[in-house]
């Protein structure tokens, strides 16, 4: 196992967060690096944090790896099978319909041919909520709550036969992945991840609906103008994910989530499954099937691949320094993290900007750069 050289993991973070801040190209931004479930690194950027020790994110699609660990929690207990038929739980969802795309809109269906399964549903091979259909459907759900919103997503039609190809799903196939977790404990969602997720792990800024407290505790949006200038950029109202009602619970990306808060639950995948203080939120089992590509090669080639709600590095040759084994995933606004299980690290990101965000945004890979560089 290789050590990560602290003090020069802080010069390299500082350095560039620095430049980053001239650049105009974060507001705020804060890293936590853990080894061991040893904290190593905390380190907080932006005049935001001046009056605020805690502030609060939209994690945007780093939602999708919690939403699989519940999933998970449901299938160890045996109150699930993750390869049993989704109409089981949609019963429309036996006729489904593949859709062909012109110029932005559906011009014909046909059936399928294969079940979609509950896990196809965590790795993007599913066909729901992808492109190119998602941008022709002309039926929103954002503003359903997500026990309305599944069913309108059932009945959709789908962009590929399930289990032929592999297309990002923004959120649509995680809220069924929700449903099921609704329909398995009795539970709503948001109730289900508090008390078997965000308890036990001492996630307590971590939630769909932000109360009025923790809304004065979010990060401002960043946006970086045409002529290179910061500025503040207007978020709907209530919203934590793009137009997305609380009540919608995106499973996909809808979570507001403290910096603090997710390095435990970054830590529990790294522990293998237990959280710091000792209490099993899921198995050794459970965790190393989440962080297994499930999607095979020939439908996704590359570095990396996805496991279940997060992506595996799969090859030496991944551009920024990771090596095989580790997992994580981003979010739309810069949120991102890892866990190395081979050297026993976890590591959060957060920043929330307009500007550069998602799965390979600069300071995303530039901190993956930054750490594999001070592991000796």
Not at 222 to 251: C, K, W, Y
């Amino acid at each position: 196992m290789k050590i990560i050289d602290v003090d020069a993991l802080v010069s390299l973070v500082r350095e560039h967060a620095r430049q980053e801040l001239l650049d105009n190209r974060i507001g705020a931004k804060e890293i936590i690096v853990h080894q061991n479930g040893r904290r190593l690194i905390h380190e907080k950027f932006g005049e935001t944090f001046e009056n605020e020790n805690r502030l609060i994110f939209r994690a945007a699609s780093m939602t999708k790896s919690i939403t699989a660990a519940a999933v998970m929690q449901l299938a160890e207990r045996g109150l699930l099978d993750l390869n049993e038929s989704v109409s089981r739980y949609y019963p429309s969802m036996k006729r489904m319909q593949i859709a062909a795309v012109e110029n932005g809109r559906i011009v014909s269906l046909r059936p399928t041919q294969n079940d979609i399964r509950v896990v196809d549903l965590l790795c993007h091979i599913s066909g729901v909520g992808c492109e190119p259909v998602l941008s022709a459907l002309e039926k929103s759900t954002a503003n359903l709550p997500l026990s309305e919103a599944v069913q309108v997503i059932a009945e959709q039609p789908l962009s590929f036969e399930p289990r032929t190809a592999q297309a990002y799903s923004p959120t649509d196939a995680f809220d069924l992945a929700a449903g099921i977790v609704e329909q398995v404990s009795g539970t709503a969602f948001d109730e289900y991840l508090r008390r078997h997720l965000f308890e036990p792990l001492g996630m307590i800024d971590t939630t769909f609906a932000p109360n009025e407290e923790q809304r004065a505790r979010m990060v401002p949006m960043h946006n970086r103008t045409e002529q290179g200038l910061s500025e503040i950029a207007a978020m709907p109202d209530r919203r934590v994910f793009a137009d997305f009602i609380p009540e919608r619970m995106a499973a996909g990306a809808g979570l507001a989530v403290t910096a603090e808060d997710y390095i435990r639950f970054a830590d529990m995948l790294c522990l293998g499954g237990v959280s710091a203080d000792g209490t099993r939120v899921l198995s050794e089992r459970s965790v190393r099937q989440m962080a297994t590509p499930c999607v095979p090669e020939e439908i996704e080639m590359g570095s990396e691949r996805w496991g279940l709600g997060m992506r595996v590095v799969v090859r030496d040759d991944y551009p920024h320094g990771l090596c095989v084994g580790c997992f994580g995933w981003s979010g739309a606004y810069g949120t991102h993290f890892w866990v190395d299980p081979n050297n026993h690290v976890s590591v959060v990101m957060m920043k929330n900007s307009l500007y550069d965000g998602g799965a390979g945004n600069r300071s995303a890979c530039e901190l993956e750069r930054d750490v594999s560089a001070c592991l000796k």
